[in-house]
């Protein structure tokens, strides 16, 4: 477009052209905001796009009107662009950087390594077949991630030989959901047990609106564990400190004897296992905002949700003991002693290690005559056999 075009046309011709010209990069704009937002995991760019079509919209209008002169607006819009991939450039970087954090995340787990009956697989079994079986009508069973290599050995011990796959949903005989999907399952009728920490309020607040009654049945012990990048100079903390640091009073490293860095503590879900063990912890000592991390969403703009696990040189997480040690073990983080105590089995048997808790086989009603026989079971000797061979501290 030549200069002396617009020069010759009236205010209104010019206004005009403008309308279209913002529409028409308007247009474009959404459909690249929507492209990008589709494939590929390129939330990012979304707002990128945006931004970028509201900048040249900005400049067309400018150039219409003669604002600005041809080599200036030149120079305007190569800045553009160039400041453009510079953005890009720069978050490509620090995502590869992030992504090559190692992360503590229930979903990267295959549990089909514990699945029961298969070959090879990971699910231990008692030293003499069991005394107690099921021949027919078994329970539907479900539960929280690191539970499912104990009930999987249960089904070994027990339950007719056949395919119990973890993911296959649709038939739910003996399947891994989550701890909060279980919980719902069961209040909904949809399982018969699930191995599960104890329910959070909301989840025993949903059950008395459903005129459900949940029934614990202690299975194991086990131990809420605290754990740091292993580069990290803290190697404990005491029960004092983690409230105070949960609670957003210590943010930093070096106020509980580590080096001069911010604490990023991180938290998990709202009624996973983990977080209501976490909110049980903290009792009365209100616990901070997680950290967040931000999606761009092109229906929303952004989303903040919170932050799985990721080994971050300052951070601090959280979970049990056989999942950050055994299923999800990691050489790069720590377990951290807390009040001077190590968490192991002997220490959570022995009642040292202040953050030990049972765990449970959580039942709603179902007439299914076989689950009674069944938590009966669990609790005997080779009940409590095949938790202490999966890797958990038995009952006594």
């Known amino acids: 477009m030549k200069e002396s075009f617009w020069m010759k046309e009236s205010f209104w011709t010019k206004l005009l052209f403008s309308f279209f010209a913002v529409g028409v990069i308007a247009f474009l704009g959404f ?27 900005i400049y067309v209008v400018l150039l219409i009107f003669n604002v600005l002169s041809r080599k200036t607006s030149n120079i305007i819009l190569l800045s553009i662009l160039g400041l453009s991939v510079l953005v890009t450039a720069g978050y490509e970087i620090k995502q590869a950087y992030i992504n090559s954090i190692a992360t503590v ?45 104990l009930y999987s050995a249960f089904v070994q ?5 056949g395919n119990y796959k973890p993911y296959d949903f649709q038939i739910g005989q003996v399947i891994c959901s989550s701890t909060p999907e279980a919980y719902k399952r069961l209040i909904e009728g949809e399982t018969d047990i699930i191995f599960v920490a104890a329910p959070s309020l909301a989840q025993q607040k949903h ?54 860095n911010h604490i990023r503590a991180f938290q998990r879900p709202e009624d996973s296992g983990s977080q209501t063990m976490l909110q049980k ?20 703009g952004i989303i903040k949700q919170t932050s799985n696990y990721r080994n971050y040189k300052n951070a601090l997480g959280y979970s049990f003991l056989f999942y950050a040690s055994e299923m999800n073990q990691s050489g790069e983080i720590a377990l951290l002693a807390i009040d001077g105590v190590k968490p192991d089995k002997e ?39 095949l938790v202490e061979k999966t890797g958990y501290t038995s009952l006594k």
């Open 347 to 385: 220490s959570i048997r022995s009642g040292q290690y202040p953050l030990a808790t049972e765990f449970y086989a959580v039942t709603a009603g179902s007439d299914n005559p076989n689950i009674q026989p069944f938590l009966d079971w669990m609790q005997s000797a080779e009940g409590q056999e």
């Open 31 to 57: 459909i690249g905001s929507i492209i990008t937002a589709l494939f590929g995991g390129l939330m990012f760019y979304t707002p990128l796009v945006a931004i970028l079509s509201v900048v040249i919209a």
């Open 281 to 300: 912890f903290m009792g009365d000592t209100t616990l901070m905002t997680p950290p967040k991390e931000d999606v761009a969403d092109i229906m929303s």
């Open 105 to 149: 995340d229930d979903r990267e787990v295959n549990l089909v390594q514990y699945e029961p009956f298969a070959e090879n697989t990971k699910a231990v079994n008692l030293d003499q077949p069991s005394t107690y079986r099921i021949n027919s009508d078994p329970p539907k069973l479900d539960g929280a991630t690191a539970l499912y290599p």
């Open 157 to 161: 011990s027990v339950y007719p030989v």
């Open 207 to 260: 059950a008395k609106r459903k005129g459900v009654e949940l029934k614990l049945t202690p299975v194991g012990r086990e131990a809420f564990v605290f754990f740091v990048n292993k580069r990290n100079d803290v190697t404990g903390l005491s029960t004092a400190q983690l409230k105070d640091i949960y609670a957003g009073k210590i943010t930093n490293w070096k106020d509980v004897g580590g080096a001069n």
